[in-house]
Protein backbone atom coordinates (compact mmCIF):
# COMPACT_ATOMS: atom_id res chain seq x y z
CA UNK A 1 0.00 0.00 0.00
CA UNK A 2 1.87 3.44 -0.87
CA UNK A 3 1.09 6.31 1.77
CA UNK A 4 -1.13 7.64 -0.25
CA UNK A 5 -3.69 5.13 0.17
CA UNK A 6 -2.33 4.83 3.92
CA UNK A 7 -3.27 8.96 4.94
CA UNK A 8 -6.97 7.91 2.92
CA UNK A 9 -7.80 4.80 5.42
CA UNK A 10 -6.33 6.35 8.64
CA UNK A 11 -9.15 9.35 7.57
CA UNK A 12 -11.55 6.94 7.25
CA UNK A 13 -10.99 5.23 10.48
CA UNK A 14 -10.72 8.67 12.62
CA UNK A 15 -13.58 9.24 14.32
CA UNK A 16 -14.79 12.88 14.67
CA UNK A 17 -15.15 14.18 18.41
CA UNK A 18 -17.61 16.21 19.47
CA UNK A 19 -17.88 19.38 21.66
CA UNK A 20 -19.03 22.16 23.03
CA UNK A 21 -17.94 25.85 22.17
CA UNK A 22 -18.42 29.05 22.80
CA UNK A 23 -18.17 32.24 20.41
CA UNK A 24 -17.52 35.31 22.33
CA UNK A 25 -17.18 38.54 22.01
CA UNK A 26 -14.86 40.15 24.37
CA UNK A 27 -15.99 43.74 23.47
CA UNK A 28 -19.23 43.72 25.40
CA UNK A 29 -18.90 40.11 27.16
CA UNK A 30 -21.94 38.23 25.21
CA UNK A 31 -21.43 34.16 24.32
CA UNK A 32 -23.12 32.56 22.03
CA UNK A 33 -22.86 28.87 23.14
CA UNK A 34 -23.35 25.77 20.50
CA UNK A 35 -22.55 22.12 20.43
CA UNK A 36 -21.53 20.01 17.48
CA UNK A 37 -20.57 16.66 16.90
CA UNK A 38 -17.35 17.45 14.81
CA UNK A 39 -15.13 20.34 16.24
CA UNK A 40 -13.06 20.64 13.26
CA UNK A 41 -16.32 22.30 12.02
CA UNK A 42 -15.70 25.75 14.03
CA UNK A 43 -13.55 26.26 11.06
CA UNK A 44 -16.67 26.94 9.19
CA UNK A 45 -18.54 29.03 11.72
CA UNK A 46 -15.89 31.41 11.51
CA UNK A 47 -16.04 31.39 8.06
CA UNK A 48 -19.88 31.70 7.54
CA UNK A 49 -19.10 34.66 10.24
CA UNK A 50 -16.81 36.21 7.59
CA UNK A 51 -19.24 35.79 4.85
CA UNK A 52 -21.72 37.36 6.65
CA UNK A 53 -24.43 33.68 6.38
CA UNK A 54 -24.49 33.45 9.70
CA UNK A 55 -28.12 32.03 11.09
CA UNK A 56 -27.84 33.97 14.25
CA UNK A 57 -28.27 37.16 13.01
CA UNK A 58 -28.13 39.02 16.25
CA UNK A 59 -24.23 37.19 16.26
CA UNK A 60 -24.20 38.23 12.58
CA UNK A 61 -24.77 42.05 13.35
CA UNK A 62 -22.16 42.08 16.34
CA UNK A 63 -19.52 40.95 14.02
CA UNK A 64 -19.62 43.08 11.60
CA UNK A 65 -20.14 46.01 14.29
CA UNK A 66 -17.50 45.24 16.32
CA UNK A 67 -15.07 43.66 14.05
CA UNK A 68 -13.25 39.88 14.13
CA UNK A 69 -10.45 40.67 16.52
CA UNK A 70 -13.48 41.17 19.30
CA UNK A 71 -14.33 37.82 19.09
CA UNK A 72 -12.85 34.52 20.43
CA UNK A 73 -13.93 30.82 19.34
CA UNK A 74 -12.93 28.47 21.98
CA UNK A 75 -13.77 24.47 22.72
CA UNK A 76 -14.93 24.00 26.14
Not at 24 to 39: C, D, E, F, H, I
Not at 61 to 67: A, L, R, S
Request: charged share 30%; proline share 1%; glycine share 8%.
Amino acid sequence: MNRREELKQLYKEMKPQAGVYQIKNNANGKALVGSTMNLKSLNGKRMELQLGTMMNKTLQHEWKEYGEQAFEIEVL
